[in-house]
């Protein structure tokens, strides 16, 4: 995503879909090369450089999702906690921060960020090199293009991932089988899929904008020869965009986390003790526009900023740390699809 890594993939892919003719990595061009053999080949180099350029990018999402995600885990649930109600009066139970770390760090962050990086940049560069228009507007409708699909995706491991770490359930298998015998049938692991998509395309959408124009203009301060930038610099310019979108959307991801967890408003009344109580105190069936407006009105507007401080710093230092190693793992997997391309057409 950011330009230390896009003067390497967005030629590839240009050059795949046809926006550029001028193919210099092509075979030479001659009279007897024009047929249909020749021109067959070279389509078929393309296509494959095409399928690479989508791999590459979809590696480099997953490699540094599933990892950024692993590391942050404990404080995204203790965040979880806090947002929940489920910490009022009650101390914190370091087992249950890290309950289900490693399933939804490979089952679930893994293939969200990697379908959502396999197919951002690539669209990105389409609506560039199709429509001419303002870099701005293809990195709105490359954000929206992604983060619908891999929205959905996450769903699973997310519903899965706060009953864990609410208490409500020991082990990944054990909170699968309970939210589908609560909700009548695997549909119910995708409960709170529209909270999902109401807090992640608005999300995508303003912080990639966010990092991007900031790129820009950190680029356009800091001549260079070459518009590459180095991870930290990456990394820095993550940290700054996380934070901003951090404060902006915590109120989608407070509602995101009641509606999964079942439960309304943390009154207490009709709660028991502890987390599972706290949780199982509101009927399942309440919606999200109803579990806003009983939030609101029983506990403020503050409540939508519940879980704040832990969400800071997972979107601040936890977004410097995916974009450093997401330039690290796109850098390294696109050298290995080098290496493949010129085994392949020698």
Not at 70 to 99: E, W
Request: proline fraction near 5%.
């Amino acid at each position: 995503l950011s330009p230390a890594c896009s003067d390497t993939s967005a030629p590839w892919f240009r050059m795949s879909v046809g926006a550029r003719s001028d193919d210099a990595a092509s075979p030479p061009r001659s009279e007897h090369n024009m047929g249909d053999e020749a021109s067959e080949t070279s389509h078929s180099r393309k296509r494959m450089r095409a399928m690479m350029v989508v791999g590459v990018e979809a590696l480099a999402g997953a490699s540094a999702g599933a990892a950024t995600d692993a590391v942050l885990y404990g404080i995204d649930s203790y965040k979880t906690q806090l947002q929940a109600g489920a910490l009022k009066g009650n101390k914190i139970d370091p087992r249950k921060l890290f309950k289900g770390v490693g399933t939804v760090a490979l089952c679930g962050s893994a293939p969200a960020f990697g379908f959502f990086f396999g197919v951002y940049e690539p669209f990105k560069h389409l609506i560039e090199d199709s429509f001419c228009c303002d870099p701005t507007v293809a990195v709105l409708g490359a954000s929206v293009a992604g983060a619908v699909p891999a929205s959905v995706i996450g769903v699973p491991t997310d519903v899965i991932k706060k009953r864990l770490v609410l208490g409500l359930a020991e082990t990944p298998m054990g909170a699968a089988r309970q939210v589908i015998a609560e909700r009548g049938g695997v549909r119910g692991l995708f409960i709170g899929w529209e909270a999902n998509l109401l807090k992640d395309v608005p999300f995508a959408a303003f912080k990639l904008s966010l990092y991007e124009g900031l790129m820009r203009l950190y680029l356009y301060a800091i001549p260079r020869s070459k518009p590459a930038v180095q991870p930290w610099e990456s990394s820095a310019i993550g940290v700054a965009s996380g934070m901003v979108t951090a404060v902006l959307t915590n109120p989608l991801d407070v509602l995101n986390t009641r509606v999964k967890s079942a439960q309304g408003p943390a009154t207490g009344a009709g709660t028991t003790a502890g987390a599972a109580g706290a949780v199982a105190a509101r009927p399942s069936e309440m919606g999200m526009s109803s579990i806003a407006r009983q939030l609101v009105e029983t506990e403020g507007y503050v409540a939508l900023f519940s879980g704040l401080g832990p969400r800071l710093l997972i979107l601040g230092f936890g977004s410097g740390l995916f974009w450093g190693a997401y330039g690290f793992a796109k850098t390294t997997w696109f050298r290995a699809a080098l290496e493949v391309d010129r085994a392949l057409w020698r």
